[in-house]
């Protein structure tokens, strides 16, 4: 059954087919419990068996928003940005909020470094009259398909931007008429070497401005596949313990492990990278913050 179902599976129609099996709502590979025990063994067996990949992964774990390619097609995209480059130097205009958002009143979630952007697309099209969504992203070209998706689904909650958010990010969420409730950074650019820290996103001015303009009750949220990266962050936002809370010590039955990372991703969806990370077998280190009042 199990090769029968591999075969199936590799089918566009299949995948279509089968997205609101495959679409996970939990940190696990997939949230399979309500489905017959020899479907779930024989979809697991596909997995292991590296008949699905991570790309097949992330095309069925956002399925159910069924995105075009856009114009901007297959087009290969520079993985690693400088950020200290000259031409990122200068602020984003900030934009007419009423006609970015049809109710620019609501609280704003502001993804930083939202990548292809289908991560905030699905917590937008979730979440229509709950709030709005920001993604600031240094890649232009996934800021204009995202933009393009962003029109697909008739969304009018969520808006990307082509910005460096260590430059932007204080003057745009300044201008935001509505409280700013919860800044996510996920997996950004670890730049390993030494040297290139201090292209790193999480930057203690980039910190301030977070807890500065944050409303009480809103959280921050990071995460990477890199430890290091993971431990860099953590460290930064942990310092801000006077105002910032870890969800933990909020909430005793938020599960962590024993160092104190999150055990499950508290979203209800995956990133990308992510998805590929968890395919490698890589662990995911996660925290989430919440300002005091």
Not at 59 to 71: I, V
Not at 151 to 180: D, R
Not at 220 to 241: C, G, I, K
Not at 257 to 266: R, S, T, V, Y
Request: some cysteine.
């Amino acid at each position: 059954m199990a090769s029968y179902l591999c075969f199936q599976l590799q089918s566009v129609a299949a995948l279509n087919a089968t997205s609101k099996l495959l679409t996970s709502k939990s940190s696990s590979i997939f949230n399979l419990h309500h489905y017959p025990r020899s479907y779930c063994t024989a979809l697991s067996a596909c997995v292991v068996n590296k008949h699905l990949g991570s790309p097949e992964l992330v095309a069925l774990e956002y399925a159910d928003l069924n995105l075009s390619p856009g114009d901007l097609g297959h087009v290969r995209i520079r993985q690693h940005v400088n950020p200290l480059r000259s031409s990122f130097s200068a602020p984003v205009q900030v934009p007419d909020w009423n006609e970015v958002y049809k109710d620019p009143t609501l609280p704003l979630m502001v993804d930083i470094g939202s990548g292809s952007g289908r991560f905030l697309l699905w917590l937008a099209r979730k979440n229509p009259d709950s709030g709005n969504y920001l993604g600031l992203e240094i890649r232009q070209k996934l800021v204009k398909r995202a933009e393009f998706w962003v029109k697909e689904l008739a969304l009018s909650n969520i808006h990307f931007m082509f910005a460096n958010a260590t430059v932007s990010f204080k003057q745009l969420v300044s201008a935001y008429p509505g409280p700013l409730m919860l800044v996510s950074v996920l997996c950004p650019d670890p730049h390993f070497k030494k040297r290139h820290h201090k292209r790193r996103v999480v930057q203690k001015t980039l910190v301030d401005s977070i807890v500065n303009h944050l409303m009480p009750g809103g959280k921050v949220f990071v995460q990477s596949d890199v430890h290091e990266v993971a431990l860099d962050m953590r460290n930064q936002f942990d310092t801000e313990s006077n105002v910032l809370q870890h969800i933990d010590t909020i909430d005793s039955t938020v599960p962590c492990d024993n160092e104190g990372w999150l055990l499950e991703n508290p979203m209800g969806i995956r990133t990308e990278r992510e998805i590929h990370a968890e395919f490698e077998g890589a662990k995911i280190y996660r925290r989430m913050y919440q300002k005091q009042s």
